[in-house]
């Protein structure tokens, strides 16, 4: 596919990304956040889960302080000082009620325009299986984003203090295999591989390679390959849903 990917809106001020695990938005669009803070944007991050699942050689109870420390250090480096956990827990996320209300009361508290997601469909776009917890987050994310600006839905968010927040404008999913548009990564690619090699105790359980040459390989490579369709410069691709 050749056609050139639209250039995300700008006219916003506040986002808030929105995952299953530690590392799912270094993987795809930390490049992204790097540029828009730098332009004097707020962007939180808010996680299901700990990722506490994600190291075979460690316990849960022993990774997840692990991991929210390295999650937390590497939002630091794009500019992301806002990063909360809803405790979910890893692997077995469900969607359903529970997690709609527990995102849709985070939109509530940040009054975010723009949400960030991850992929909510099946596949990568292929014979790549995505897993539960990223297909069951991301479609929430979308869902939570109405939910949010609908006082009857979830009544005991006002009743908490959470007044309906009906301002998202946008719901972005990164690694969408139907990208419609991009953002150039040029000045914040560099960060995003600092972002993604802070989680060095997950990435070298991962790879045998030198982890900064994986980061920098694998973020690059993704970043040149986009750029493909948005006129040669490096980019982080979304699939942008209107509101």
């Given at each position: 596919?050749?056609?050139q990917?639209?250039s995300m809106?700008?006219?916003?001020?506040?986002?808030?990304?929105?995952?299953?695990?530690?590392?799912?938005?270094?993987?795809?669009?930390?490049a992204?956040?790097?540029?828009?803070?730098?332009?004097?944007?707020?962007?939180?991050?808010?996680?299901?889960?700990?990722?506490?699942?994600?190291?075979?050689?460690?316990?849960?109870?022993?990774?997840?302080?692990?991991?929210e420390?390295?999650?937390?250090?590497?939002?630091?480096?794009?500019?992301?000082?806002?990063?909360?956990?809803?405790?979910?827990?890893?692997?077995?996320?469900?969607?359903?009620?529970?997690?709609?209300?527990?995102?849709?009361?985070?939109?509530?508290?940040?009054?975010?325009?723009?949400?960030?997601?991850?992929?909510?469909?099946?596949?990568?776009?292929?014979?790549?299986?995505?897993?539960?917890?990223?297909?069951?987050?991301?479609?929430?994310?979308?869902?939570?984003?109405?939910?949010?600006?609908?006082?009857?839905?979830?009544?005991?968010?006002?009743?908490?203090?959470?007044?309906?927040?009906?301002?998202?404008?946008?719901?972005?999913?990164?690694g969408?295999?139907?990208?419609t548009?991009?953002?150039?990564?040029?000045?914040?690619?560099?960060?995003?591989?600092r972002?993604?090699?802070a989680?060095?105790?997950?990435?070298?359980?991962l790879?045998?390679?030198?982890?900064?040459?994986?980061?920098?390989?694998?973020?690059?490579?993704?970043?040149?390959?986009?750029?493909?369709?948005f006129?040669?410069?490096?980019?982080v691709?979304?699939?942008?849903?209107?509101?």
């Amino acid at each position: 596919m050749t056609e050139q990917l639209e250039s995300m809106p700008v006219d916003w001020r506040r986002a808030l990304a929105v995952v299953a695990h530690p590392d799912d938005l270094e993987y795809g669009c930390a490049a992204a956040v790097a540029v828009w803070t730098d332009g004097g944007r707020e962007v939180g991050y808010l996680l299901a889960t700990r990722g506490e699942a994600g190291i075979d050689t460690l316990e849960p109870e022993r990774c997840a302080p692990l991991r929210e420390r390295e999650q937390r250090a590497s939002a630091a480096v794009v500019g992301v000082s806002r990063v909360e956990f809803l405790d979910h827990r890893d692997g077995v996320i469900e969607y359903g009620v529970e997690l709609r209300r527990d995102i849709a009361a985070a939109i509530r508290r940040y009054r975010p325009e723009l949400i960030v997601t991850l992929n909510h469909r099946d596949t990568w776009g292929g014979v790549a299986w995505n897993t539960p917890d990223h297909r069951a987050v991301g479609r929430a994310a979308l869902d939570a984003a109405g939910d949010a600006g609908n006082r009857w839905i979830f009544p005991e968010l006002a009743e908490r203090g959470l007044e309906p927040w009906d301002g998202v404008r946008w719901v972005a999913v990164a690694g969408s295999a139907t990208p419609t548009h991009a953002v150039d990564v040029t000045a914040g690619l560099e960060r995003s591989v600092r972002s993604l090699l802070a989680h060095r105790t997950y990435i070298e359980v991962l790879t045998d390679q030198d982890p900064e040459e994986y980061c920098r390989t694998f973020l690059a490579g993704n970043a040149e390959t986009s750029g493909e369709r948005f006129g040669g410069r490096p980019a982080v691709t979304f699939e942008l849903f209107a509101r």
